[in-house]
């Protein structure tokens, strides 16, 4: 059916990246004469890009990305492929032994609702997939990588694990007792490539697509570490699986992207491996044999005594809008302050013991840390003693201006 088509062809390049190939033109009889489409992206991926950070700059008078993360973000997607180097992808030698060997039934290869129902089985199987990799500890250590950038633009598309592919794919085998492997190695890449402009956020609303398609407003959900975006949206190019298995949420709150804790480094081995370290040191915490298998098989947040997805009781709390309008108040009062106290303004004392009364509220209801906990009754007892310094300050301040009027 693809004779007539030039598979390296811009035109086609650019289509499979929104999947908007027809079945026509991307049905094929054997593997082999599957074009490797994500490999022949690369040059719509600088495009998109590239693209991006001018948009971005003109929108919003910032580029979208950072340099370091922007380099990490790439050099992960360079090291996923390494393992392509070594063997086929794993999901598809897989599905052609199961598919030789124990395929229950052989839909026509140039069939289109072969080709439709390929892609539709391709993407509910990408959601169990993904859900099970946010699920279960041990694979949430191979994709927590895709998810370790705090920002989230298109360069966060490509970082991606180097192991995720050596279980991922486990999911995708019912699909081999039915489905031709030529028809599911065009739509396992298509799967992917679709994935890759939802990463932005410079689009914001697609309206009615929103009911039916993974979009850029519903994947910044399932990037954000919010309380109300974790583990949601799995979905990969269409959202009908979260809205039909209970895990779908709108985006509302603005969305903080990364991971809860953040990981702090650009390093890409440490990004791509240091969740197994913390596996294993965590497992080593407990000594019921049991609980040290749980580690690996439940949820990250899990802990002996907690449900198998844990809860999000010990993450760490998201600043409000009024808490982070309240800490930029107070550090407006500060340099105010200083700056009445350098010119020697008689209202300097004033503000300086409204700053003290300020700094030992919030210091008593946690609000602000000293850097040590053992420096926090030195803090408050330092800070109160300014207090009463500027508070006689004021006083002989007041008593002198009383005399001058007298």
Same mark, same amino acid.
């Given at each position: 059916?693809?004779?007539?088509?030039?598979?390296?062809?811009?035109?086609?390049? $650019?289509?499979?990246?929104?999947?908007? #190939?027809?079945?026509?033109?991307?049905?094929?009889?054997?593997?082999? &004469?599957?074009?490797?489409? $994500?490999?022949?992206?690369?040059?719509?991926?600088?495009?998109?890009?590239?693209?991006?950070?001018?948009?971005?700059?003109?929108?919003?008078?910032?580029?979208?990305?950072?340099?370091? &993360?922007?380099?990490?973000?790439?050099?992960?997607?360079?090291?996923?492929?390494?393992?392509?180097? #070594?063997?086929?992808?794993?999901?598809?030698?897989?599905?052609?032994?199961?598919?030789? =060997?124990?395929?229950?039934?052989?839909?026509?290869? &140039?069939?289109?609702?072969?080709?439709?129902?390929?892609? %539709?089985?391709?993407?509910?199987?990408?959601?169990?997939?993904?859900?099970?990799? =946010?699920?279960?500890?041990?694979?949430?250590?191979? /994709?927590?990588?895709?998810? *370790?950038?705090?920002?989230?633009?298109?360069?966060?598309?490509?970082?991606? *694990?180097?192991?995720?592919?050596?279980?991922?794919?486990?999911?995708?085998?019912?699909?081999? #007792?039915?489905?031709?492997? *030529?028809?599911?190695?065009? /739509?396992?890449?298509?799967?992917?490539?679709?994935?890759?402009?939802? =990463?932005?956020?410079?689009?914001?609303?697609?309206?009615?697509?929103?009911?039916?398609?993974?979009?850029?407003?519903? /994947?910044?959900?399932?990037?954000?570490?919010?309380?109300?975006?974790?583990?949601?949206?799995?979905?990969?190019?269409?959202?009908?699986?979260?809205?039909?298995?209970?895990?779908?949420?709108?985006?509302?709150?603005?969305?903080?992207?990364?991971?809860?804790?953040?990981?702090?480094?650009?390093?890409?081995?440490?990004?791509?491996?240091?969740?197994?370290?913390?596996?294993?040191?965590?497992?080593?915490?407990?000594?019921? $044999?049991? &609980?040290? %298998?749980?580690?690996?098989?439940?949820?990250?947040?899990?802990?002996?005594?907690?449900?198998?997805?844990?809860? =999000?009781?010990?993450?760490?709390?998201?600043?409000?809008?009024?808490?982070?309008?309240?800490?930029?108040?107070?550090?407006? #009062?500060?340099?105010?302050?200083?700056?009445?106290?350098?010119?020697?303004?008689?209202?300097?004392?004033?503000?300086?013991?409204?700053?003290?009364?300020?700094?030992?509220?919030?210091?008593?209801?946690?609000?602000?840390?000293?850097?040590?906990? *053992?420096?926090?009754?030195?803090?408050?007892?330092?800070?109160?003693?300014?207090?009463?310094?500027?508070?006689?300050?004021?006083?002989?301040?007041?008593?002198?201006?009383?005399?001058?009027?007298?």
């Amino acid at each position: 059916m693809a004779g007539a088509v030039v598979p390296g062809s811009v035109s086609t390049g $650019v289509r499979a990246m929104f999947l908007m #190939l027809t079945p026509n033109e991307s049905s094929f009889q054997k593997v082999e &004469d599957v074009p490797p489409y $994500v490999q022949q992206a690369t040059p719509f991926f600088i495009g998109l890009m590239v693209l991006e950070l001018v948009v971005g700059v003109l929108k919003t008078g910032a580029p979208v990305v950072t340099i370091s &993360d922007g380099v990490t973000s790439i050099s992960a997607g360079m090291i996923s492929r390494l393992p392509l180097l #070594l063997m086929r992808g794993c999901e598809l030698t897989a599905y052609m032994y199961l598919w030789n =060997h124990y395929r229950l039934v052989e839909l026509p290869w &140039d069939s289109a609702w072969t080709w439709w129902f390929t892609l %539709l089985g391709t993407d509910f199987c990408y959601y169990w997939v993904h859900r099970f990799a =946010h699920e279960v500890s041990i694979l949430w250590a191979a /994709h927590q990588v895709h998810h *370790s950038s705090e920002y989230y633009n298109l360069t966060t598309a490509l970082r991606q *694990s180097v192991t995720q592919q050596f279980t991922s794919w486990i999911f995708y085998l019912p699909m081999a #007792l039915v489905a031709p492997p *030529s028809i599911f190695a065009v /739509h396992i890449q298509l799967n992917f490539l679709y994935q890759f402009w939802i =990463h932005t956020e410079l689009i914001r609303d697609l309206g009615p697509l929103e009911w039916v398609f993974n979009t850029p407003k519903h /994947h910044r959900v399932h990037h954000g570490r919010n309380i109300y975006c974790i583990d949601k949206n799995y979905g990969g190019i269409l959202i009908i699986w979260d809205r039909l298995f209970g895990t779908f949420a709108p985006e509302t709150d603005k969305v903080v992207y990364g991971l809860v804790f953040p990981i702090e480094t650009f390093e890409i081995l440490n990004v791509q491996l240091h969740y197994y370290l913390h596996l294993w040191r965590k497992s080593n915490t407990f000594n019921d $044999v049991s &609980d040290k %298998l749980s580690t690996f098989f439940k949820g990250p947040s899990w802990k002996p005594g907690k449900p198998r997805l844990g809860d =999000h009781v010990d993450n760490p709390k998201m600043l409000s809008q009024l808490t982070i309008l309240g800490m930029a108040g107070y550090i407006l #009062l500060t340099l105010t302050s200083l700056g009445f106290l350098i010119d020697q303004r008689p209202m300097a004392a004033v503000l300086e013991m409204l700053r003290c009364v300020v700094t030992v509220t919030m210091q008593r209801y946690g609000f602000m840390k000293p850097l040590l906990p *053992s420096l926090a009754v030195p803090t408050e007892a330092f800070v109160s003693l300014s207090l009463l310094y500027w508070a006689l300050q004021g006083f002989s301040q007041l008593l002198s201006i009383k005399r001058k009027a007298d």
